[in-house]
């Protein structure tokens, strides 16, 4: 165990599953109080409940990250609970159909915008508004190798993940001045639920492992290691990136 993030107060969104499950670990396991925000209330619970166990302080909060008044409400919560929030791990997305861009429906497309394009901008903003007034922050989004390059049929998520890495951009702009960092992380394949969206239109594991030059898809844990760099101080010149973790898969 380390103790990197000793002392600092942490959101978590998406955290009851996958990536925001295995970070939520890592950063308790370095030292991190956490607020752990998921639309599944029964399963982010769970994970709190188990966590304060193991001595860590944190709460579970039920939250649509794209419903400002959602997101507003759990932020004061969480500043209620922890006393303030200096870090978050903005990781809540869904996956979609994997079908040509023309065939999708409006509600999947407004949906998708809605939860992994606008629920980082609504999670960022209230961040933001209280990271002001206590002198600066971190923030991680969890963008994809599909922010940076495209996968064919997967043409709406594909356009919020870039609008996340765009977001990010312009957040830690933003944000310098005021001491608060921003990055967005670049997963390939990662072993996690959402995966389910590609294997039913017969995109297999070992496709995915094609993609990347390592031939293998990525576990959790691999992924928060970087999201607990990200949010460290060791990472303190770093703001504004867009951080493929995907075994090469960009590099090609
Ligand atoms: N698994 C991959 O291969 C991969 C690769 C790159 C990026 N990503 C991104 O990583 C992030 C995490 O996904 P994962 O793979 O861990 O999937 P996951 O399905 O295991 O976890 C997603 C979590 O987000 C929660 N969630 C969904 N909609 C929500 C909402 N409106 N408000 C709050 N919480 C909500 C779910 O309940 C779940 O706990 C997503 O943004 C995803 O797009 C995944």
Known sequence: MGNSLTGR??????????????TALELAANGASLALWDIDLPAASAL??????????CLALGVDVSRDAEVAAAMQQSVAHLGQIDGAFNNAGIGM??????????AEFDRIVA?????????????????????GG?????????GLVAL??????????????????????EG????????????????????????????????????SPQGRIAEPVEIAHAVVWLLSKQSSF????????DGGWVAQ
């Open 97 to 106: 159909p994997t079908t040509p861009f023309e065939t999708l429906s409006e």
């Open 138 to 146: 971190a923030i991680v989004n969890n963008a994809s190798v599909s």
């Open 176 to 211: 310098a001045a005021a001491h608060i960092r921003v990055n967005a992380i670049c997963p390939g394949a990662v072993r996690t639920p959402i995966l389910q969206h590609l294997e039913q239109a017969g995109i297999t594991e070992a496709a995915l492992a094609g993609m």
């Open 48 to 57: 709190a409940t188990s966590l304060r166990d193991q001595g860590t302080n």
């Open 9 to 22: 107060h942490i959101v978590v969104t998406g955290a009851a599953s996958g990536m925001g499950h295995a």
């Open 115 to 135: 939860v992994n394009l606008k629920g980082v901008w609504l999670c960022m903003k209230h961040q933001f508004q209280h990271m002001r007034g206590i002198g």
């Open 152 to 173: 064919a049929g997967q043409g709406a998520y594909t356009a919020t993940k870039h609008g996340v890495v765009g977001l990010t951009k312009a957040a830690a702009v």
């Open 238 to 245: 770093v703001t504004g990136a867009a951080l493929p973790i």
